[in-house]
């Protein structure tokens, strides 16, 4: 193998990233109109029948917390607005994309998800990052660099696993010792392919290396995700065994986090926790 790669070689020669289909994309579209109308988000979503069968199943989570049972995407449009639906409708594809990874690779992608919420419900929203669902998206995204890395360079990932365990390092830097590019960077470009905010595809790329980024509150996202994977990773929710994480302070600085903060924080990730493995089962 070509040794180390770099992001463009690694993707023009080996890993193809999937186009988001096109009927989400068309949803990704309209919703960011401010004029658009609700009835359009429900038609979009209800003329990919299977996306709109698991975004109602994730309407009727019990996470969502409504009271009563939803049976129509424009009931649902209605009742939660068309930014929550059009998460949702997003969350569901990130699901099928993860649903053939690691159980405990896709349980701690939606952890994190649930920690990312956690921290921007108890008062630390970005101006990228600013209602929870948009937290739970970029939380489940976090690392979904891993599922390309592992589908197309099987050996060298396992490789670096093993480097990261014996030397006690980060999984990203193995990974770049290895291949020459980490998961975030994967990523960063997938994020970048579906049109999703810049801050976004920047925390995503610079979660485990704040500096990579130099766009002040784009860094913030990426402090605010290695704070997140850290709580998961310290509450035993980690991708792997013997995770190596580390929170440097200028993320702590950076999201805004300071130590009376974190029992608060912690409490409601841990209130969410039941909902993960409900989350889990709706997306099998
Ligand atoms: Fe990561
Ligand atoms: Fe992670």
Redesign the pocket.
């Known amino acids: 193998m070509k040794k180390p790669y770099d992001i463009d070689a690694l993707l023009d020669e080996v890993i193809t990233l999937p186009s988001l289909p096109s009927s989400v994309a068309h949803i990704m579209r309209l919703v960011s109109d401010p004029q658009c109308a609700l009835s359009a988000v429900a038609q979009a979503i209800s003329s990919d029948p299977p996306l709109a069968m698991k975004t109602l199943r994730l309407v009727n989570a019990a996470c969502y917390g409504l009271r009563q049972q939803v049976g129509t995407i424009e009931h649902a449009v209605v009742l939660l607005g068309i930014k929550v639906i059009k998460n949702l409708a997003f969350t569901a594809t990130v699901f099928d994309i993860m649903k053939g990874s690691v159980e405990s690779f896709f349980l701690h992608s939606i952890f994190c998800g649930a920690a990312m919420r956690a921290l921007v419900e108890s008062g630390h929203p970005n101006s990228q990052v600013q209602s929870g669902e948009e937290a739970f998206v970029c939380g489940l995204l ?2 979904i660099g ?1 599922v390309f890395l592992d589908e197309f360079l099987a050996e060298e990932c396992a490789e670096a696993a093993q480097l990261s365990r014996i030397e006690q390092i980060p ?2 830097k193995a990974e770049k010792q290895i291949i020459g590019v980490d ?2 960077e994967v990523g960063a470009r997938l994020a970048r392919k579906w049109k999703l905010p810049d801050g976004i595809a920047d925390g995503i790329a610079c ?2 290396d704040l500096p990579r980024c130099k766009i002040p509150v784009h860094q913030q996202v990426g402090a605010m995700i290695s704070i997140a ?1 850290f709580m998961c990773i310290r509450a035993g929710l980690a991708a792997s065994e013997n995770t190596v994480v580390v929170v440097s302070d200028d993320a702590w600085r950076m999201a805004n986090v300071t130590s009376p903060e974190i029992p608060l924080i912690l409490d409601k990730f841990f209130v969410a926790l039941p909902t993960v493995r409900e989350l889990m089962t709706l997306a099998t």
């Open positions: 976090h690392d891993k999984c990203y998961h975030a979660h485990h994977d």
